[in-house]
């Protein structure tokens, strides 16, 4: 909208300075307009009614008036404003040319031989916008008066309205007397009310007068506004190049906020999509309002990997602002944010994949196979599972607020990934859980191992049960002191000696300490067995001293013996690195040693130690010369 106020502005601000009092127009060629700075109208003034205002037609008194408030006319500097007085070809070459911020040329000669001085650019403009043009002899001539007909022409090309298949159903008493080229313009002017008529009579040979070009500046304000309020369009994509979209007949130009998805990459993918898009007067794509994919890839070959197949939309961080549905097989989504719904429907058999995509309405599952939905580096709302024996699997590092289940289904998630809410609706007895859940709601009097079919391997990843407790603590590794950097040094050839202090053998390092914290409060403590894995990451050494004065380095042997040791809160180790130069990530697996707790490869909790090691800093050699 503030491109189409800035127009209206420009518009208004013109059609003031040539009808205004201070513009004199000339009656000859070599003569310069003046003008006069007309003081502002204070909230406690009210625009004084010209005098002459009776003369004027009644018809025009309303948008004359109108005009004056808005400070788009005035009157001559007898106050009065002459209603009735004609304009000129010049006059209206100058109105048009600032009213569509056409850009001036820098000659200073004009290409027409009677137009020596006032109004060259503005006639040079107007003609370069194919909107005027000279008559016979190769002259404009500028101070020829226009006729109504020569102004409809002018008005509906300067309001960019299309005129096809327009001219031949003229009903005026006076359609004869129009020229043949004319009428197209004349119809579309009445149409759009740029132009009235007169008692069933356009009188197109009539020369246009003040009292007119008054109204006409209302009406062409008010078109150029209408034109360039969005519109919504809907079609079929019939093609897509680097700039445009074509929608079954129609083309749009597309501007840098839809070229994320209209592109020739994409072009696969939306082959024969259902879209909405949101134009602009100019026929500009600006958003995305709705798309439906029916357009299918194709399944993998043997030995690929799964989704190579699949026709991907790569949204390259667009935003649809409305819904998505995929209606086709083997789809991939990537790196696009849905305001509305995402939904992938019945038609869909086999897989779907989505990829770094953000859903902010609600995520319908209705299609899909058991091999399966992906959600990978997704953010979602709430998902609503309602395809029988889909699974729907969340990687990475996936997020999603609830999940509602209205069929047996399977739900999988990523180490790391937990599912806040789940809710079974009725009639579910066989879904499978390969997924931490924080809560589980079930249908009054359904116990739990009546609804997962897999209770005994997934019972301690579930939360809660109505509200109920019904896992293990959840835990996390808590590091304090890591460095920003660490200096870079040469590893141990072998451990430290067993009885050998911190102080003798990393003498003047600080030690990282680990311990382990309660992350979420579940129904109870863990009372199995646990160690720390080995990571066996190159170029690092992590070095930690037991309570009999051994040495282990976590990275390669990681810390406890085999049968493990009770989980203990206490517990806080000192860890001394040692690293070559470079950045080393270290995850750090706390191992479920009697396979009890539940966790996904008896991981309990899992974090990467993120460390830096750099060169030592070689002391400045002394200055020999300093004295």
């Known amino acids: 909208m503030k491109a189409t106020f800035n127009k209206v502005l420009t518009t ?21 307009p003046t003008t006069s700075t007309k003081p502002a109208v204070t909230e406690q003034q009210k625009t004084p009614a010209f005098p002459d205002l009776n003369t004027a037609a009644s018809w025009a008194r309303e948008q004359i008036t109108q005009a004056k408030e808005m400070g788009w006319i005035g009157g001559y500097p007898d106050g009065k404003f002459y209603p009735l007085n004609n304009l000129t070809r010049r006059e209206a070459a100058i109105i048009m040319s600032g009213a569509l911020e056409l850009k001036l040329p820098d000659k200073i000669v004009s290409s027409y031989p009677d137009v020596k001085v006032w109004g060259i650019k503005e ?12 008559k016979e002899e190769g002259k404009f001539n500028p101070d020829d008066k226009i006729t109504r007909q020569e102004l409809a ?24 007397k129009v020229w043949p080229d004319a009428k197209p313009y ?50 079929t994509v019939a093609g897509v190049t680097a700039d445009t979209l074509t929608l079954n007949d129609q083309s749009y130009k597309l501007t840098d906020a839809v070229k994320g998805i209209f592109n020739e990459k994409n072009a696969a993918v939306l082959k024969d999509a ?25 399944a993998p070959e043997e030995g690929k990997p799964e989704f190579s197949g699949n026709l991907t939309l790569d949204g390259n961080q667009a935003i649809v602002e409305g819904d998505v549905a995929v209606r086709a097989n083997y789809i991939s989504l990537h790196n696009l944010t849905v305001k509305g719904n995402l939904t992938v429907a019945k038609e869909v058999q086999n897989d779907f994949e989505a990829k770094s995509v953000t859903v902010e309405g609600n995520t319908l599952i209705e299609g899909g196979d058991t091999n399966t939905v ?8 709430d998902v609503q599972v309602a395809k029988e024996n889909v699974k729907v699997n969340f990687k990475g590092n996936s997020s999603v607020e609830t999940v509602e289940v209205a069929k047996n289904a399977e739900l999988a998630a990523d180490q790391g990934i937990s599912l806040p809410k789940v809710t079974v609706k009725d009639g579910v007895n066989a879904l499978k859980v390969n997924a931490m859940i924080d809560e589980l709601t079930l249908p009054e009097k359904v116990k739990v191992e009546e609804v997962i079919s897999n209770y005994e391997e997934a019972k301690n990843w579930i939360g809660k049960v109505n509200g109920e407790a019904h896992a293990y603590n959840a835990y996390k590794f808590v590091t304090e002191g890591v460095p920003a950097s660490y200096e870079a040094r040469e590893l141990l050839s072998q451990a430290p000696a067993d009885g050998k202090t911190a102080a003798e053998v990393f003498a003047g390092m600080q030690p990282v300490k680990v311990s382990l914290a309660v992350d979420k409060d579940n129904a109870h403590a863990y009372e199995g067995h646990v160690r720390i894995q080995p990571s066996n990451v190159e170029g690092v050494q992590l070095w930690a001293q037991d309570t009999e004065g051994k040495w282990w380095d976590i990275n390669k042997t990681g810390w406890g013996p085999a049968e493990g040791f009770k989980l203990n809160l206490d517990l806080k180790t000192d860890v001394y690195v040692v690293a070559q130069e470079g950045t ?25 130690l993120e460390l830096k090691a750099e060169p030592k800093a070689e002391k400045p050699a002394d200055n020999q010369d300093a004295k």
């Open 584 to 608: 080393h990530t270290i995850p750090l697996k706390l191992e479920d040693v009697d396979k009890q707790y539940g966790a996904a490869n008896n991981v309990i909790v899992q974090t990467n």
């Open 153 to 176: 022409i002018i008005l509906v090309k300067a309001a960019k309205i299309s005129t096809e298949g327009k001219g031949d159903n003229l009903t005026i008493a006076d359609a004869d």
């Open 123 to 134: 006639i040079e403009a107007v003609k370069e916008a194919g909107l005027m043009v000279g």
């Open 186 to 235: 004349v119809q579309v002017a009445m149409d759009s009310k740029l132009m009235i008529g007169y008692n069933n009579h356009f009188n197109p040979r009539d020369t246009a007068t003040r009292q007119e070009m008054a109204v006409m500046a209302v009406n062409l304000a008010n078109v150029l506004k209408d034109n360039n309020t969005p519109s919504e369009q809907a079609g």
């Open 12 to 32: 208004t601000a013109v059609l003031s300075m040539v009808l205004t009092p201070g513009a004199v127009w000339a009656a000859d060629d070599t003569a310069t």
């Open 274 to 298: 259902q879209v909405k898009v949101e134009v602009d007067g100019d026929k500009n794509v600006t958003k995305v309002k709705g798309l439906e994919l029916i357009a299918a890839g194709q």
């Open 374 to 381: 992906v959600f990978e580096n997704s953010k979602l709302k």
